[in-house]
C-alpha cells in the first residue's frame, strides 16, 4: 500500500529497513508476516514438546537460538560444522524432505551420541514451506548411565 | 541497546580485586579450579539449576579457555567458538573469574574445601604418557602436548624449539592430536600465517625441512582413534599426497560389511585413499605434490635410535604386532619381528595424562584420574570432578560438556539435598582473597584477560591474524594491569 508517486512499491524496501533494524539490535519488533512462518515442534530431552515458528531458510539452529529454547548445551560452534551438539532426529517421513546430506555434516554428525538413521545436525536443515508442523526431537547427549563415551570411537 | 551489567567491585588499596558485593549476597558457594572447558561448563550449569550458587573459577595461567586455547589447532578456529559461551558465563552475575592463582601451591584443596560448600576440580590433564622405551630422551623427541602448546603459544612451551631441518617425522599415535600435529607440519605456511599460530613457531615451519610424516599406530585401521574430519583434511591437503601401504588394508572390505556408519564411513576413506587408482585429475595433483602422508599399522615403539653424535634421533626401531581379537577390544600382540624407520622427528601422541596437584585430593596413579562416581570424588564429601580429571584425556569439547553438566547435576543435587551442610555460611572468595594477598598472588580478574584479549588481537590485526597470543606469564600480567 505504501508507493512512491510513480507508483514504486515501498513495501519491500521498508521490509528490508526493518530487517535491518531488528538485525542490528535496535528494534525489538519482529516484522511478521505470519503466514510466512514454519511452525516446528520441537520435543525436548524431557519428552516435553515446544512449539516454535521460523521464517523459511532459517536453520533449526537460528530457530532455536532466536526462540530462545532450552536445549542445554546447543550449538556448541554456533554452526560452523565443528561439533555435534545440534543433533536432532526427525521420523523417516520429515528425514526424507530435509534435503541432502554433505560429507562435511555427516563427518561431524558420524560423532554424535546416539546416532540414528534420521538424524541431522540442526544448524544445517533450513525451514521451508513444506516442513510446516514437522517435529525434530533433541536426543539424549550421554548414556542413560551417566557414562561418558569417547565419541571417536 | 548494549545491555551493560554493572558490578560494585571492592578493591582493596593494593587494588587486588578480591569479591562483587552484588554476588556475595549468594548463599552457596562453589569453586571450580581449573578455567578450561571442564571449568566453564561445569560453571555455566551450576549457574542455571541454582538461583542461589556463587561460582568462583580458579586458573593457573592469568588467561582462561585452557586447551580451547592451547591444544584445538589454529586452522579449527570454528572449534574456538564455544569461547562465547564460557565469555558470557563469566560475564554472569554470580561467577567470578581468578586467574594467575595455581591451585596446590597459591592456595590449597584443603583451603577451598574450607572457604567454599563445594569445590570441583576440573584441571585436565597436563602430563604426558611416555612410552617408557630406550632412547625417548633424545633430541628431537618430543611430546604432542609440547609440540601443540608450542605452536598454539602455551608458555611453558614456548622454548620448544623442536628440530625441522629432518625430512622424515615419525608420529606414534593415532588420534586427532596426532593428525592435528601432521597437518601443522604439511600445510602450506601461506595457509597457516592467517591462523592464530604463534609468530615463533610460524617462522620455524616456514623453514622446515620435514617433506614426509608417517603416523604409526600399534593396532589396525578399524581400530584407528581419529576422526574422518581430520583425516579428509589430511587427504585434501594442498601440495601433499598419501603415501599408504595397500598391503596393510586387506580384508578390510570385508569388514566393512559390519560396522557401524561412524567407523564404515572412516575406514571407507582410508581403503580409497590407499588401495584405490585415483582419478587422472587426482593422479596428477599427488604427482606433482612436494609432501607425504601416510598411515602405518601394527607398529609398536621399542627404541628410538640416536645418528652418530648419540644425542639426536636418527630413527626408529619398531616391534611389528598381529592382532588378537576384533574391533575396539582388539589387542595388539607382538610377532617378534622388529622394523626399522630412518627419521628425525618423532613425536608421541599416545595421550596425555592428569596429575595429582595436592596430596589432600585422592588420585589414581594407575587410571590418571581423580576416583569418583557420577563426579562425586570418592571418600570426599563436597568435592567434585569434571571434565578429563574425571573421565581421563579422551573425548572432544562437547564430551567434556556432557560430563561436565553431570558432574554439576550431582552437585546441585547435593546442595538442594542436604547432604552438603548448605545452610551454614561460608566466606567464599572472601576466604581465600586474604590468604592470596598474604601470599603475594595477585589474581587476574576476566576484565584483565579482556585487555590481554584486546592486545593479543591488535597484535595479530598488525599480521592479518586473528591474534598474536602473548608468550609469557609476566608480560601476560603487565598488560593485564595497564
Redesign the interface.
Known sequence: RLKTSSGTNLVPCVKLCWKILELRGRCPVRFDMSDNKVTVHFVNRDGEKITAKGSPGDSLLDLVINEDLDFDGFGACEGTLACSTCHLVFSEEVYEKLGPVTDEEMDMLDLAYGLTDTSRLGCQVCLTRALEGMEARVPESVADIRQTQDSSS | ?FFLLIHPVQVNKRNNLITRSASSAAHQKVCVVGGGPAGF?TAQ?LLKACQDVQVDIYERLPVPFGLVRFGVAPD?P??K??I??FTQTAHHARCCYYGNVNVGTDVSVEELREAYHAVVLSYGAEGNRSMGVPGEDLEGVYPAKDFVGWYNGLPSNRELNPGLDCETAVILGQ??VALDVARILLSPIDELKKTDITQRSLDALAQSQVRRVLIVGRRGPLQI?????EL?EMVNLPDTKPEMVASEFEGMAEALKVIP??RK??TELMLKTAVDPPAEKERQRRQAASRSWGLRFLRSPLEVLAGPDGARVAGIRLAVNRLEGTG?GSVAVPTGEVETMDCGLVITSIGYKSLPIDPAVPFDPRKAIVPNS?GRVQQAAGLYCSGWLK?GP??????T???S??TAHSVVEDLTSGCLDATSAKPGSTGIGPLLDKRGVKPVSFSDWEKINQEERRRGAAQGKPREKLLDVEEMLKTART
Open positions: 541497546m561448563y550449569h579449527h570454528e572449534v567458538n564455544v562465547s559461551t588420534g586427532n582413534a581419529g576422526t574422518i574430519k579428509r556408519r561412524p564411513r572412516l575396539d557420577l573421565t579422551v573425548g572432544v569439547i562437547a564430551t560438556m556432557n560430563n553438566f553431570d
